[in-house]
């Protein structure tokens, strides 16, 4: 069976045990399977991504005796792929304008009862001559997927998306999340339409990361299918926690990789630390 996973950090911060973690499992389970492991810098997000951070990832991927196919992918390389499918994904009409704040979004989840819904989200574009007056008066929007449209598109299929996770099949439950944003004004692609259209590209078969990811899938398969992409395996792995048992974060300076290896720690020593067999 053909197996290619991958690891997809972002180069926002250094990379931590929770890191290695995924890394190292993801390259493990390649191994294990003869089969490849690719790298995908995600950084999209332009403000936050620094140059130094990547050049540590590339270091401390090396100090875990990783080893990874060249050319990486960076995402901020394939702007145009995902300018050209939010564009496709517009035509058939799936994504919307949205002019809500996050403020705003956040606040009408907070007091709805069942989590995200077309309550909250308007599910379509708002009428013709009040978006010309937005668009005019250069208010700022995000491209929402509409789930309304998504279900029109599919019909009965959008209610019998299954994916296969740790546990076995899973039936896609994308209404959870509500319509997700997909790109901004200025900005054509979110984290999930970049990941997923990436993870085809680098022909992904198994997605290996945390289980703070595991909702994420739900949308995932349903962005594959309507974008006709193949569908991996997921595999969400425990996160690591620190001593009070909460998650991991890039600020939690004493666990990165490099305050570990300053420290006199080797990459054997980390993969004790993280109860992985070398
Ligand atoms: N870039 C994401 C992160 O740093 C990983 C996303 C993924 O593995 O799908 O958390």
Known sequence: MRFVTRFAPSPTGY???????????????????????????????????????????????????IEWETPVRRQSQHLAEYQSVLERLQQRGLIYRCFRTRKQVAAAIATAPHGPSDDIFRGEALPASEEAAKLAAGEAFAWRLSLKKARAALGPAYFALVFEDESGPVRADPDRLGDVVLARKDFPASYHLASVWDDAQQGV??????????????????????????????????????????????????????????????????????????
């Open 205 to 278: 078969t198994h997605v290996i990361r945390g289980e703070d990811l595991r909702e994420a899938a739900h949308l995932h398969v349903l962005l594959q299918r309507l974008l006709g992409l193949p569908q991996p395996v997921y595999r969400h792995h425990r996160l690591v926690l620190d001593d009070d048992g909460k998650r991991l974060a890039k600020r939690d300076q004493a666990a990165t990789l490099r305050a570990l290896r300053a420290s006199g720690k080797s990459s054997d020593d980390v993969r004790r630390m993280l109860c992985l067999e070398g």
């Open 15 to 65: 990379l931590h045990l929770g890191h290695a973690f995924s890394a190292l499992t993801a390259y493990d389970a390649a191994r294990a399977a003869g089969g490849r492991f690719v790298l995908r810098i995600e950084d999209i997000d332009q403000g936050r991504s620094r140059d130094e951070y990547e050049a540590a990832i590339y270091e401390d991927l090396d100090w875990l005796g």
